[in-house]
């Protein structure tokens, strides 16, 4: 019995629950992955304890000689996976990580340019609705509605007449690929400070097969467990002539104590993000998005920008005659677990959307390929074009060969709610 089950059986009990629920679906939501046992362990383990404001070297408190070779660590190697010059490992997400960028290089009240969040941006590059958007000034650009594709002369026709303090690009439902160099040089001729938010595909940079920001960008943000596939949390690098003031934006400037645990795990993700066999899986996501955007069109979807050069796929659905949230629903109940998502031109409500989202990060991760994201592409039109009982039945059925054929923990040394907390 483990302690968590002697001390807290309905803790443990749901963590069993997640566990199984898991190890038992398809998931195919864009922003999430499966860790492996030794990042879980890293993350489950007792650098929980530490205080340790500051940097290494540098700390607030005393004992911190262990997680400062942790944290270095951490840092050495976020800079070689990535070619950074600068690193910063303490952010706890990517909101605080692209926080923390934002107010390097702008003081509240200043101009900021972002995608809108319904054209594939993200809530923290200047929502109205989020401290982005409250504390600066923001400035929304977003995608050519017929193409799907950033519309880099409005792009640059904004940032020349608004001049912000800085130029963010990146974001949650862009599937395409970024031409970092052209948004480089708008920064340029507008007097910006171009940020690049990698979260969704620094796995796919890690791995080779998406075009790198970091030779572009001043300052790149990312989360680390979206294709990257390390534990939930942010990462920052930047220039060199940006390290100071960037270490100075995350603490003391917007979070207190850093998650050594946290970060111990993200030096475990980094380091398998750089072993061979992370490029190959780094391509593979790409390709099973492929193959499953081919099998969603010719079962009669309209896939935003036509296509995929990343791990997600954003499908319009403003053809069928269901929401996003009815098709999240209908999926769900066959275990197909994806999200409801806005799509450019939106106007439902984002409770309720005409788009959906999927990505195939997770999926890879348990060794599926192409073959099996063809039957998924059949599965999700299957339901969605009749959401009865007996389809999502007989869909469930298929979704538990499929899981049974590719476990995800289930076969490894120690399950995944009792690996990093057993005897
Ligand atoms: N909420 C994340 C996503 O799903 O893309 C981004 O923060």
Aim: hydrophobic letters at 40%.
């Amino acid at each position: 019995m483990s302690h968590l089950e002697k001390v807290d059986p309905r803790i443990h009990a749901l963590v069993q629950q997640e566990a199984e629920r898991q190890e038992g679906g398809l998931e195919l939501i864009a922003s999430e992955n499966f860790v492996s046992l030794a990042v879980l362990e890293a993350m489950g383990s007792g650098l929980t304890n530490k205080y340790a404001e500051g940097y290494p070297g540098r700390r607030y408190y005393g004992g911190c000689e262990v997680v400062d070779k942790v944290e270095s660590l951490a840092i050495e190697r976020a800079c070689e996976l990535f070619g950074a010059e600068h690193a910063n490992v303490q952010p706890h997400s990517g909101a605080q990580a692209n926080m923390a960028a934002f107010l390097a290089v702008a003081d509240p009240g200043d101009t900021i340019m972002g995608m809108s969040l319904t054209h594939g941006g993200h809530l923290t590059h200047g929502a109205s609705v989020n401290a982005s958007g409250r504390l600066f000034r923001p400035v929304q650009y977003g995608v050519d509605e017929s193409t799907g594709l950033i519309d880099i002369d409005q792009v640059r026709e904004l940032a020349l007449k608004e001049r912000p303090a800085l130029i963010i690009v990146g974001g949650s439902a862009y599937p395409r690929v970024i031409d970092f160099e052209a948004f480089r040089a708008i920064a340029d001729d507008a007097g910006s400070v171009l940020i690049v938010d990698m979260a969704h595909f620094a796995g796919l940079v890690a791995g080779g097969c998406y075009p790198s920001p970091v030779p572009h960008a001043q300052i790149v943000t990312s989360t680390t467990h979206k294709t990257l596939r390390g534990p939930r949390g942010g990462l920052i690098l930047c220039t060199g002539d940006y390290s100071k003031t960037v270490d100075k934006q995350v603490f003391p400037g917007t979070q207190g104590g850093p998650l050594e645990h946290v970060i111990a795990a993200k030096a475990v993700a980094f380091h398998e993000a750089m072993q061979p066999d992370f490029k190959q899986y780094a391509a593979r996501v790409v390709k099973n998005a492929q193959v499953l955007g081919d099998s969603l069109q010719q079962r009669g979807f309209t896939l935003v920008s036509g296509g995929t050069d990343s791990h997600l796929l954003l499908i319009d659905l403003r053809a069928q005659s269901y929401t996003g949230k009815e098709a999240e629903e209908a999926l769900g109940r066959a275990e197909i677990h994806i999200n409801k998502n806005t799509i450019p031109g939106e106007t439902r409500s984002p409770f309720i959307t005409s788009g959906i989202r999927i990505g195939t990060s997770g999926l890879t991760t348990r060794g599926m390929g192409e073959a099996e994201m063809k039957t998924i592409g059949e599965m999700i039109s299957d339901v969605l074009s009749d959401m009865s009982n007996a389809v999502v039945t007989r869909v469930t059925q298929r979704v538990q060969e499929l899981t049974e054929a590719f476990p995800l923990y289930r076969d490894s040394a120690a399950p995944i709610s009792s690996q990093a907390l057993a005897d």
